[in-house]
């Protein structure tokens, strides 16, 4: 059965914008969170504090975080690999930090510079530090659905990593598919598995839209008894560790999905379908979302 409410997590701030190749406007930045956050967001990832060298894109978070406008009530989340990003997240006063590991070892490499094992121990101090200030610890598993350098990626991989991040502390855990490959069958054996070793209600799927199952591995994901998701709005994003990776599924398509389900996101689709175009517009490029498009042209 399908759950009757779902938590959206909003990426597109820090999955969406951060590969884009232009440097964005710290003000262009902010005003995205800010209708973002108007619109009634539960939950938005709003910037990353790693090494500016990694990511240039992602420089400005302390800026982008000190310029918005809170909405009581909305959960702000920073990506922080180390401890000096966890400094840096809670001088900027986010509500949640999300440390990030891989199933994969090559993408581990890649995207942090350390194994899997190497993650799991720099994150401890982090994951002690974000309890001991009272901020809520997210962490998120790239590669759990297949890795752009080793290929396929064993189950017991992903849950192996999931029941360490749970060791850790985390409030709730983000089965990722950097790269947009699995398909339902293989995304409802996953969060099958990793939801017997971590709660349901603790678990999300983050889904990259690159082959175009998104909105299908969602719909197997809550048969699985998921019911948090990411979306970014018009599908923005990719990473830069993983090549030729495309957006993460358009928050526009997951909510009219969820509306045509009667699933309750507490949301505003239209205010939403207007992010997107007016986002889009200012960074140069086509709204990837199907349905955001076709309101919008209504
Ligand atoms: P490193 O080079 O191994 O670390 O990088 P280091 O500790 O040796 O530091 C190197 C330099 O970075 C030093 O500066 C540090 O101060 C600086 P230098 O002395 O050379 O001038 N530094 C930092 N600066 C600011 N904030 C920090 C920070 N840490 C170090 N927090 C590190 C290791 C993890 C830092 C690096 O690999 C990194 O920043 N990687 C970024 C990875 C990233 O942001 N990837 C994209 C996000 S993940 C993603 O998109 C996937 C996801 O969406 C889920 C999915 O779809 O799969 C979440
Ligand atoms: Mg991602």
């Known amino acids: 059965s399908l759950p009757t409410k779902v938590k959206i997590v909003e990426v597109s701030p820090r999955d969406g914008l951060q590969n884009e190749k232009e440097f964005i406007p710290t003000s262009v930045k902010i ?18 504090f790693v ?80 309890k001991s ?26 849950v192996d990593v999931a029941r360490r991040m749970l060791a850790l502390g985390c409030d709730e855990i983000d089965v990722a598919d950097t790269i947009g490959v699995g398909t339902a069958a293989r995304v409802e054996q996953v969060m099958r598995a990793v939801t017997e070793v971590v709660e349901p209600s603790r ?33 923005l994003g990719g990473c830069p560790y993983a090549k030729g990776a495309t957006g993460n599924v358009a928050t526009e398509d997951v909510l009219y999905m969820l509306r045509g389900l009667d699933i309750d996101t507490g949301i505003d689709l239209d205010a939403v379908v207007d992010i997107g175009q007016w986002i889009s517009s200012h960074i140069g490029h086509k709204s990837s979302s199907r349905a955001g498009n076709a309101l919008a042209a209504r």
Not at 140 to 150: A, K, R, V, W
Not at 204 to 216: I, K, P, R, V
Not at 220 to 230: D, L, P, T, Y
Request: charged share 15%; net charge negative; aromatic share 8%.
């Open 31 to 48: 005003e995205l969170i800010n209708r973002l956050s108007a619109a009634g967001f539960p939950n938005i990832e709003a910037v990353s």
């Open 133 to 158: 200030a009272g901020l809520r610890l997210r962490a998120s598993i790239s590669c759990s659905l297949g890795c752009p350098y080793q290929g396929e990626v064993p189950i017991g991989a992903v």
């Open 203 to 235: 678990v999300a799927g983050h889904f990259h839209d690159t082959y175009g199952q998104s909105l299908a591995n969602i719909l197997a994901a809550m048969q699985a008894g998921i019911s948090i998701f990411h979306a970014s709005v018009a599908g």
């Open 51 to 130: 090494s500016p060298k990694w990511v240039p894109q992602m420089a400005d978070g302390a800026d982008v975080m000190a310029g918005i406008q809170r909405r009581p009530g909305t959960i702000y989340s920073a990506l922080t690999p180390n401890l000096k990003g966890f400094d840096a997240a809670l001088a900027a006063g986010m509500d949640e930090v999300v440390i990030f590991g891989a199933a994969s070892e090559a993408f581990s490499q890649k995207n942090i510079n350390c194994s899997i094992a190497e993650s799991i121990a720099r994150f401890e101090p982090v994951a002690q530090a974000a």
